[in-house]
């Protein structure tokens, strides 16, 4: 055997090796998986999704919002996206009527009732707060995770069923964490917002 063989097979061998790995990182990160053991719904799941002992202040105040937004009387919401998926969010009303709007978008695998700890500081502050479940995630329909380019398109259709539903001189404050941060800051470039 000589010497372009052996490049030929070393060159091979690596080639399927990047593609595999390709393939398992798709896999892991964009297409949508079973999350129950990933994620908190407060339909199925015991709402201590972290646990208590040990914690770090971070994770008990995590812990303590997801369990305080997940017993709020909240108004669940549906819409079909651009590409025909059902997506779902709940919106909690303030205590006092305003024109102010907390919108909470979550992160990479996670659900809008793990985002309690943030929409529980806005409600907090005379906010109405809404959370949605972004595509391939919690109880929206989806495949594919977008990483926050396909969700954009989604929020801009949820600011405007909002704005429809609240009056359109409501005042939206956009918050997201991880994949949420990117989706918010992709929305923020919008001409259209």
Known sequence: MGTVEILLIIFGAFLVYIVTIAVLVLRIA?????????????????PEIFPASGSSPYR????????????????????????????????????????RLAFVVHGHRCVSGEMGFISRMYYEMGYNVF???????????GRYIGMGWLERHDMNDWIELLLN??????EIVLHGISMGA????MMSGAKDL
């Open 165 to 170: 539903k609240l009056g359109p001189k409501t």
């Open 60 to 99: 008990t105040n995590s812990r303590e919002g997801n369990i305080w937004w997940n017993s709020q009387k909240l108004e669940r919401l549906t819409l079909i996206s651009f590409d025909g998926l059902c997506l779902v969010g709940n919106l909690l009303y303030a205590k006092k009527k305003t024109d």
């Open 30 to 46: 964009i297409v949508r998986t079973d999350m129950r053991d990933w994620n908190f719904d407060p339909e199925k799941d015991d």
């Open 182 to 185: 990117a989706t918010v800051m």
């Open 131 to 141: 959370c949605a479940d972004q595509r391939a995630h919690g109880k929206s329909e």
